[in-house]
Structure formats: structure tokens, C-alpha cells
T-cell receptor
Framework: RKEVEQDPGPFNVPEGATVAFNCTYSNSASQSFFWYRQDCRKEPKLLMSVYSSGNEDGRFTAQLNRASQYISLLIRDSKLSDSATYLCVVTGNQFYFGTGTSLTVIP | SAVISQKPSRDICQRGTSLTIQCQVDSQVTMMFWYRQQPGQSLTLIATANQGSEATYESGFVIDKFPISRPNLTFSTLTVSNMSPEDSSIYLC????????????FGSGTQLSVL
């Protein structure tokens, strides 16, 4: 079983839409959780950390559900510039990356 | 956050040759990590580069194929040896992640194509 599983998408949404991504992880002892953003042929860049209490950064909200072992990312009022691949990342004895969810925001 | 310079950014290589990728960090770090991202796949850890000792390789990766150097606390190299088309990937170095909730930061990556 993979450490981290994500729906690969693609998600194609119109500008202004709200879109949500989910990710599940297998190791209940995982301690740190992140969402990274990766543009085509570029390195992953940290989008936000994910905490049990949930956290929000502008249009982005991340949630962690330890009981069900899933992480979510909500993007409100999508912009064209949000088009990218979003990687769910979970730590155990190393960083484990999901395969990413592809988002395209359409004008 | 750390600033990581990685080069080359891309290369096209012939089968059987070797390529060395360099990574320079703007601060001293204990560990540096080398990842591979094959097309459509997630990032996979190749090895952890420790200063003053041999690199620690993950399952499926061996030193003969991916020799690593770590001469000081700000620099590391990864060599992809005796390349085949299956080695075509993005290779990334990274630092960080040593404490709970500490993030990983990545170099800009090396896009390798093997013909």
C-alpha cells in the first residue's frame, strides 16, 4: 500500500470556482503534513503546512483528519495562476509524496 | 528558507554515459536529500547525503549507480552512472525537514533525458 494516495485528476474548473482535493495516508504515526505546489517541469514549492486545527492562508484552506487519516486542500475563487499540480506530503521516517493532483483553471 | 542552486537544469545524454548533478546551499546543513521524479510519478527518495560519511541509500538505489559526494556542509553531487533511457527523470536535491513541521526546500531540479 502506498504511503500517500491522491486522486490524480485532472480537475478542470472555471475561474472563480471552489475546488477541493483530498489525500489519504497509511501511517497513523505520521507527524507532519504539507501541501506543495509543482508547476510543469519545475521543483515543488511549499504551499502550506497542515495542522490538526486546520489552517487558512487567503483563498487556501487545509484540513487534517487524523482519525480518518486524510488531508484536504480547499481553493476558493480559483485564479488562472492556480493551475498546477498539488502534492500531498506526509512525514514518517522520510518525506512521502503523493503523485499529485492536476488542476487547470479555465478562463 | 534555504536557497539551493542546482545545475545543470537540463541535459540530454547518450546511453552508457554518466552525468554529475551539483547542488549548492546558501547555508550549512547536516543532511541533503536527492530525489527522483519519473514522468507522471511522485517524488522518490534516492539517498540522504551526510557530510563526513557515506550516503544512505533507499531500497532500490545503489551507490554504484548513483554515487554521491558531500565534501562539506553546503555542497553535494549526485552522479547518474551508465545511463539508460529508464534514467530519464527530474532529479532534485533538497534540504530541511529535520524537525517536526519543518519543511523541505528543493533545488530547481535537473531534467535528464537519456537517448
Amino acid at each position: 500500500r502506498k504511503e500517500v494516495e491522491q486522486d490524480p485528476g485532472p480537475f478542470n474548473v472555471p475561474e472563480g470556482a471552489t475546488v477541493a482535493f483530498n489525500c489519504t495516508y497509511s501511517n497513523s504515526a505520521s507527524q507532519s503534513f504539507f501541501w506543495y505546489r509543482q508547476d510543469c517541469r519545475k521543483e515543488p514549492k511549499l504551499l502550506m503546512s497542515v495542522y490538526s486545527s486546520g489552517n487558512e492562508d487567503g483563498r487556501f484552506t487545509a484540513q487534517l483528519n487524523r482519525a480518518s487519516q486524510y488531508i484536504s486542500l480547499l481553493i476558493r475563487d480559483s485564479k488562472l495562476s492556480d493551475s498546477a499540480t498539488y502534492l500531498c506530503v506526509v512525514t514518517g521516517n522520510q518525506f512521502y509524496f503523493g503523485t499529485g493532483t492536476s488542476l487547470t483553471v479555465i478562463p | 528558507s534555504a536557497v539551493i542552486s542546482q545545475k545543470p537544469s537540463r541535459d540530454i545524454c547518450q546511453r552508457g554515459t554518466s552525468l554529475t548533478i551539483q547542488c549548492q546551499v546558501d547555508s550549512q546543513v547536516t543532511m541533503m536529500f536527492w530525489y527522483r521524479q519519473q514522468p507522471g510519478q511522485s517524488l522518490t527518495l534516492i539517498a540522504t547525503a551526510n557530510q563526513g560519511s557515506e550516503a544512505t541509500y533507499e531500497s532500490g538505489f545503489v551507490i554504484d549507480k548513483f554515487p554521491i559526494s558531500r565534501p562539506n556542509l553546503t555542497f553535494s553531487t549526485l552522479t547518474v552512472s551508465n545511463m539508460s533511457p529508464e534514467d530519464s527523470s527530474i532529479y532534485l536535491c533538497s534540504v530541511g525537514g529535520q524537525a517536526t513541521n519543518e519543511k523541505l526546500f528543493f533545488g530547481s531540479g535537473t531534467q535528464l533525458s537519456v537517448l
